[in-house]
């Protein structure tokens, strides 16, 4: 499943399904903290590829996910500063009543010098 708001990357998103002949995948176009709570639905893997604002979408990601899920939360930090991006989700699982275990830090592309596109991978306990 994917929620997409942007039209245009839903497009792609559906044409992307068609080229491969997916059939198990459903896509929705929307506003995620709309169309999450409309699914009643909870799931094992969440990907959250908005480093400039994933902070925003935590407590949506924590409501959509199963306990047990993992959830790929990507930032932009500085090289040294990793760190601020675990704090961050660590208090944001404190203030929801939630509580996770980090599993891992990457950096996964440059986005200034010094700074980088990181994905946090935690798991929800």
Request: net charge positive.
């Amino acid at each position: 499943m994917g929620i997409e708001i942007n039209p245009t990357g839903h497009s792609y998103g559906l044409k992307n399904i068609a080229l491969n002949k997916i059939e198990n995948v459903k896509l929705f176009k929307g506003d995620v903290k709309k169309v999450i709570p409309k699914l009643k639905k909870k799931f094992d893997r969440v990907v959250m590829p908005l480093p400039k604002s994933a902070d925003d979408f935590l407590e949506t990601a924590f409501s959509a996910a199963k306990k047990g899920a993992v959830i790929h939360f990507y930032a932009f930090e500085e090289q040294g500063s990793f760190d601020k991006a675990r704090k961050r989700i660590k208090k944001a699982c404190e203030e929801s009543g939630t509580s996770c275990r980090i599993l891992r830090t990457v950096k996964c592309g440059q986005h200034a010098p010094r700074t980088y596109r990181i994905c946090v991978d935690f798991r929800m306990v």
